[in-house]
């Protein structure tokens, strides 16, 4: 069974730039979540979907950063004009209602 | 609201010796728990799950965990540590009827030859 997958692994960005981010997630899994983990610090829930729906994306900074999941699939999540605050591990993980979640290798964004 | 403490952000044993993670969560209802290792650029791994029954569960690599429900605490636990073990634990909880999941801060484990 094929894991969470995440591209890009990596992205480095200057101030003001934007960038997305994207999650495959396993097959058959309504849930999906969106982690912040800045470095040394544990994950911090961003926004997370059940199938197309945005269920909870209060710890999203609305202004800069957006989340979609259009058919419940697969999902982006974008941030607008980057600031060094921004630096952190993005981690997306997917699960069935209830039950563990499963997460991908991450996309590390670094804001210079 | 939930949340989780690790209160040990660093933790360094001797290779053979046991281990104890420490995990104190705050949940309003029936709590969901877990235990997660991070190696290094790598996403989050599942080392073991409590939803209900016998307090202690056991996990992946003999890693195992007891539910003190009177003390909020899930501590990890390993009877003997190998190099291998040399990572980042996350506690976590949910609970029955929630999908957001609330993580601790982590504790890195290093292992001593």
């Known amino acids: 069974e094929a894991g969470v997958t995440q591209s890009p692994r990596y992205a480095v960005l200057q101030e003001g730039q934007a960038v997305s981010f994207w999650c495959d997630p396993i097959s058959g899994h309504d849930t999906l979540y969106w982690y912040q983990q800045p470095r040394d610090q544990g994950p911090q829930l961003l926004v997370y979907f059940r199938d197309e729906a945005v269920i909870d994306n209060s710890q999203l900074p609305s202004d800069r950063f957006s989340a979609v999941r259009p058919k419940g699939t697969n999902s982006t999540l974008k941030i607008q004009s980057a600031k060094q605050g921004d630096t952190a591990t993005y981690l997306c993980?997917?699960?069935?209602?209830?039950?563990?979640?499963?997460f991908g290798k991450g996309t590390r964004l670094t804001v210079v | 609201a939930q949340s989780v403490t690790q209160p040990d952000a660093r933790v360094t044993v001797s290779e053979g010796a046991s281990l104890q993670l420490r995990c104190k969560y705050s949940?309003?209802?029936?709590?969901?728990l877990f235990w997660y290792v991070q190696y290094p650029r790598q996403g989050l791994q599942l080392l073991l799950k409590?939803?209900?029954?016998?307090?202690v569960v056991q996990g992946v690599n003999g890693f195992e965990a007891e539910f003190i429900k009177s003390n909020s605490s899930f501590h990890l636990r390993k009877a003997s540590v190998h190099w291998s073990d040399s990572a980042v634990y996350f506690c976590?909880?949910?609970?029955?009827?929630?999908?957001?999941?609330?993580f601790g801060a982590g504790t890195k484990l290093t292992i001593k030859p």
């Open positions: 409590y939803y209900s029954g016998d307090p």
């Open positions: 949940y309003s209802g029936t709590p969901y």
């Open positions: 976590a909880v949910t609970g029955y009827g929630n999908e957001k999941i609330t």
């Open positions: 993980a997917s699960g069935i209602a209830n039950t563990e979640v499963f």
